[in-house]
C-alpha cells in the first residue's frame, strides 16, 4: 500500500483568521461500469467560521491569477461546497450553463467500530455509514480534534483520514495538511466565480434543468449557430467543427448519450433518471 506522507500539525484553534488545510487524493468513477477512475487532489479549508471543500487546481489558477494580474477561470465536474463550523447544511455549487447555489442538510449516523490501524503514523479507527444509497467506511483520528472530513463526510470524532464506498467506485485519502498564516479568500474562484455570482435554488431546480439539458443539450448552441452572420465564424462541439446544420441532431445525440454515461453521483439517491 502507498505510504501515506502526513505534516504534523499542531492545531491552535485560538489563533482567529488562519486556514487549517487538508489535501484529499480523490480517485472516482464517472461511469459505474468503467473500469477506469479519475483521479484529482481536493482541498478542505477548515476557516474559524465555515469550512470550504473544491478542486485544488482552484488553488493553482488563483495563484498564477495573483501573480501575473490575470483573471482566467476554472470549472470542474468536482464536489464544490461551503458549510459552517459544526453545521450539517451544505451550500453546493453546480454549473448548469450558469452557476447555482443548492442549499442541503446532509447528516450523517456514523457506527464506530472498535477496529483500529495506522495511517501516516497516525492511529485510525473505523466507522461506517449508509448515505446517499451508498455504504461508506471511514478512517478517522481522535489525534486531531476536528470533526470534519472530505466532501460532506463530518460529525466524527476526529478527522477522517481516509473514506470509500463498497462498491469501489469513490474514494478520499488524506496525503497531507498544512496551516496557513491567514484565512484564504476563495471569492474569485468560488463564491464570484468569474464575476458572477450563483443565484440560489433548490434541488427540485436543478433537477428540472438538468432534464431540460439533456433533453436538449445544444438548445443555446443551436441559438448561436443560427444567427451567426459571419462566414469565418467556426463552431465546435465536443472537438467537432459544425459545418451543416443536419450535423445537430447526431451532436446532440452524443451528447445525452455522455451524459447518461457518466451519470454515477456521490449520492447515487440524487442521480437524475433520464
Known sequence: ?????LLMILFSLCMAA???RFIYEYHFR???ASVEKRKVSMVLDVNPEEVKFYNYDFVVTDSINKTRGENNVIWDDTPALIRKRNSTVNSNYIMIQNMFIVDTDDKITWNLTDET???GGYNVQKATARYGSRNWTAWFTKDITLSEGPYKFRGLPGMVFE?????DNFKFSLVKSYKLPKTYETLSILENLGG????KINEARVRKMMLDNYNDPLREFKEHYKNNTNPDAHFMVMGIEVKRPEQLKELSDMMQKNIKKNNNPIELDKAIKY
Open 18 to 20: 488562519q486556514t487549517h
Open 163 to 167: 473514506i470509500y464506498d463498497d462498491k
Open 117 to 119: 490501524k495506522t495511517i
Open 30 to 32: 464517472m461511469d459505474s
Open 196 to 199: 458572477q455570482k450563483p443565484v
Open 1 to 5: 500500500m502507498k505510504k501515506i506522507l
